[in-house]
Nanobody
C-alpha cells in the first residue's frame, strides 16, 4: 500500500510560478512511474507529466512543454512539479499518482495509487 501526499498548491497570478510536491510513503517499488494529473470542474482528468523512478524518462503533455518541469528526489521519495508561466487555464486540482508500469503512463488507468490532490488557482 502506498500513500501519496501533495502540497504546494495555492493562488497565484497569471505568469507566476508554483512548485508542487508529492511525498510517497508505505510500500515502495524498485521500478515504476510517478505522474501528475489535473482536473477542473466539468472536465475529465488529464495527464500533465510523469517520470520513471529509475532512469528518469520523462513525459509531458503538449500544453505544458516549456513551462512545467517534473523532477524527483529518490532519497526523499518525493516528486516535484515546477510550474512556470502559469495561465488561468492551468487552474485545477492537481493529483500525483504511482504506477507500477513504465510504459503507457500517460493514461490514468495505468496508475495504481493516487494522492488527495492540491488546488492550484491562477488568477487572470
Amino acid at each position: 500500500q502506498v500513500q501519496l501526499v501533495e502540497s504546494g498548491g495555492g493562488l497565484v497570478q497569471a505568469g507566476g510560478s508554483l512548485r508542487l510536491s508529492c511525498e510517497a510513503s508505505g510500500r515502495t517499488f524498485s521500478s515504476g512511474t510517478m505522474g501528475w494529473f489535473r482536473q477542473s470542474p466539468g472536465k475529465e482528468r488529464e495527464f500533465v507529466a510523469a517520470t520513471t523512478w529509475s532512469g528518469s524518462t520523462k513525459y509531458y503533455a503538449d500544453f505544458v512543454k516549456g513551462r512545467f518541469t517534473i523532477s524527483r528526489d529518490n532519497a526523499k521519495n518525493t516528486v516535484y512539479l515546477q510550474m512556470n508561466s502559469l495561465k488561468s487555464e492551468d487552474t485545477a486540482v492537481y493529483y500525483c499518482a504511482v504506477s507500477r508500469r513504465i510504459t503507457g503512463v500517460i493514461a490514468a488507468r495505468a496508475y495504481d495509487y493516487w494522492g488527495q490532490g492540491t488546488q492550484v488557482t491562477v488568477s487572470s
